[in-house]
């Protein structure tokens, strides 16, 4: 057998690759070290904008400013988490800057804000954990790749310095001198803080035997204002809570009652069940749980607007939201009220969120993305999240449509759906949005084929109102105007929406289910176009063909009709905009206005 002649240089790359392995090993506890010493994140703790910071305290150190420090004895093992807690976002009652104007800083979202740090503190930890952990595990990444980086270089010392100092720098010496240095950094960093013994902390009484048990501070007055401060809150919580119950078997109650008017799907069609802007509704999203529950929809999705604020510590809205589906997929944009944080947060707890590409979803394919928009918390003003306007967005997701067999298209914003609904043949079989708690529609836009598209502006599913100086609509309230979710009826084998059926949940706990409204018949397809859209089902992940030849057969008129005769104006009385002259709805294609005009949700 030929003998193997390996190159001069084979050895020396091998064995440096393998230095470089182990001093990637050997760097690990000194970029933890670093990593834990030096990552900060910003994020709000209730209304109030606040810097969270790592270090090796072994135990969350809230810094309150003038009126003192509160101490909790949670760590992660000797990993600690100081926390400074800045003012109120804006001031009281002041401005952000900018265009936009602050809302004022004591209000009813504020004190919902404290409400939701109480009654599920275990989610809004583990929101602010989530981000923390992200950026420790970045700053430690690039902290191993600098030392891993140093090693290469003192590999390649004899290169540089001269024999007389490499010889100095043998190896046995250089292990010696590392392993020194990481045992003097890591056992000075792990070692126990003495107490400092003129710092006298005072026990938070009335935390004990609640989840903040183990609460101490260093100011008196500070324990006199949390010991009624978190009194206080505990009976606001228990007053909204049981306020949030009753609605929620009230509204139960009336679905059962009207649940037979849930209209069956026909035979080869499925059930999808969409909504938007929840806005962290605590009673309509164990409603919509039940109604899911109960529709059994082969899957669910949303169109925005999923939080009100898209902070860390609305994680347990987020995580609750997720679980309206169970174990069906739930498919998600972001709307301006979601920030990157919230899709983080909806990825981690299973979501499928939409960035701006096709996704299969078990056979159904979805495209959309994020709103290019940001709401800052608690403020009017708005940011842009990426560099494009609404219409450029729904442009660019109306090209990335062309030529695919595409299914579900969600934006967020009308301004978005714009130039997806008005382009002749739209490239997808139903366009859904929201933003402004109000539904439009749904219309059926007509092919050339023969086949149509359904779209359909969603109204607010958190039945969230415009606020005015008495009344606010937040997660810990009920809905303050009708609460809407949407059945979608779909053809499994051309992917057409056939149906759809609107529910509405009414202030007062009552439940209205509108008739099915037909928005198409397949059985009056073309042959040829049935055809097509078949074989592209069956090819679903595919990209399917683009368009299609000019029938001569009827195509589905504008205005989707119910399925059966009870005549909208009978429950008119109750939710006028649920009947909303069903047999002729009102369009809700977008007309193009200019950015700054197309009007502000009710909701913000």
Known sequence: MRRLIRHPWTDWVLRTLGALALA????????????????????????????????????????????????????????????????????????????????????????DSYTLLYTDPDQTIRGVRDRLSDALVTNAVRAELVLVGLALVWRLRRYYLSPRLVEATRRPRSWIGYGTLVLVVVAS?????????????????????????GLAVDSPLLADLLDRGIHGIRVLADRQLAAIQDYIVTASASFTKQSSRLATPQPGESRIVGFSDLHCSIAMTEV??????????????????????????????????????????????????????????????????????????????????????????????????????????????????????????????????????????????????GHMHVQAGPTVIPHTDGSWTVALQQGTAGGIAQPIITSFSTPFSPPRKQADVYVYFRDDATGLITGVQPVHFLPDGSCIVDRRITTGDVSALPESTRRRLGAEQQGSGQAGQAGGQASGEAAPSGSATPDDGVSSSARASASASASNEQTAPPSPLPSATTPGNEGEPEGG
Request: net charge negative.
């Open 288 to 433: 919509i749980r039940r109604v899911v529950s109960y529709a059994d929809p082969v899957q669910v999705f949303s169109s925005g607007d999923d939080t009100m604020n898209g902070t860390a510590v609305e994680r347990a809205c987020v995580a609750k939201e997720r679980e309206i589906a169970a174990q069906r997929p739930f498919i998600d944009i972001r709307g301006n009220h979601d920030s990157p944080t919230t899709a983080e947060q909806m990825a981690r707890v299973g979501a499928i969120g939409l960035t701006g590409r096709v996704a299969d979803v078990g056979g159904v394919r979805y495209l959309g993305d994020g709103d290019p928009e940001y709401n800052l918390p608690f403020s009017l003003t708005r940011i842009q999240v990426r560099n494009e306007t609404e219409q450029q967005m729904g442009q660019r997701l109306l090209n990335t449509a062309a030529g695919r067999d595409v299914d579900m298209m969600l934006v967020h914003q009308p301004l978005a759906a714009q130039p997806i609904v008005t382009a002749p043949n739209p490239p997808a079989k139903l366009v859904a949005w």
């Open 24 to 111: 990637g090993l050997l760097s690990a506890p000194l970029a933890a070290v670093w990593a834990v010493s030096h990552t900060t994140v910003t994020d709000f703790l209730g209304p109030q904008r606040s810097q969270f910071s790592t270090n090796f305290s072994g135990e969350v150190d809230l810094d309150l400013g003038p009126l003192g420090n509160a101490y909790l004895p949670q760590s992660f093992g000797p990993v600690g988490v100081r926390v400074e807690v800045g003012g109120l976002e804006g001031g009281l009652g002041g401005s952000t800057g900018g265009a936009g104007t602050a809302m004022p800083g004591l209000n009813a979202e504020t004190l």
């Open 189 to 213: 960093t792990l070692r126990p803080v003495p107490a400092d013994p003129e710092q006298v902390r005072y026990p938070v009484s009335v935390a004990d035997g609640t989840r903040f048990a």
